[in-house]
């Protein structure tokens, strides 16, 4: 007996959100393995030292690496909702589709302009920039897949 499987246009955006969820795991990676969070507290600490109103962000891998994994956990946990075309869970899923966009884009940006400030200039390419088109391209797959499916709920 053949499995019956539905069109992509009948299905959920479970499948899109699995892979931004498994695109963010491995740009976290990305990030850990090219010192991200060296830059990332430099570039803090001069914005908090020039803008007195800016927030001191400034964290330790410890710190910085669990609520990322906590934050993978969460959405990769959401995975079985999206797969079922949650109505609930379509506003967070846009969201983190804007924040992955943002992110990556981010990132290229980060590795055209040489550095994040003045003060703080990458030697090659921005930590996390190798993943970057990926979050672009699954968070794009993404939205496209919860305006597909926004007729299903």
């Given at each position: 007996?053949?499995?019956?499987?539905?069109?992509?246009?009948?299905?959920?955006?479970?499948?899109?959100?699995?892979?931004?969820?498994?695109?963010?795991?491995?740009?976290?990676?990305?990030?850990?393995?090219?010192?991200?969070?060296?830059?990332?507290?430099?570039?803090?600490?001069?914005?908090?030292?020039?803008?007195?109103?800016?927030?001191?962000?400034?964290?330790?891998?410890?710190?910085?690496?669990?609520?990322?994994?906590?934050?993978?956990?969460?959405?990769?946990?959401?995975?079985?909702?999206?797969?079922?075309?949650?109505?609930?869970?379509?506003?967070?899923?846009?969201?983190?589709?804007?924040i992955q966009f943002v992110n990556g884009a981010g990132h290229i940006l980060a590795t055209m302009w040489?550095?994040?400030?003045?003060?703080?200039?990458?030697?090659?390419?921005?930590?996390?920039?190798?993943?970057?088109?990926?979050?672009?391209?699954?968070?794009?797959?993404?939205?496209?897949?919860?305006?597909?499916?926004?007729?299903?709920?």
């Open positions: 007996m053949a499995e019956h499987t539905l069109p992509l246009r009948h299905q959920g955006f479970g499948l899109a959100w699995l892979f931004l969820s498994m695109a963010f795991a491995l740009h976290v990676w990305d990030e850990a393995a090219h010192d991200f969070l060296g830059y990332y507290d430099a570039t803090v600490l001069t914005l908090y030292g020039r803008f007195s109103w800016f927030p001191r962000m400034d964290m330790t891998f410890r710190e910085w690496l669990t609520g990322l994994l906590v934050a993978i956990t969460i959405v990769l946990a959401l995975t079985p909702f999206a797969l079922r075309n949650a109505r609930w869970l379509r506003p967070f899923a846009y969201l983190f589709a804007g040489g550095g994040t400030v003045p003060s703080v200039r990458f030697e090659g390419t921005a930590p996390g920039f190798y993943t970057a088109p990926l979050l672009l391209l699954s968070s794009a797959f993404l939205i496209w897949r919860l305006r597909m499916t926004r007729l299903l709920v």
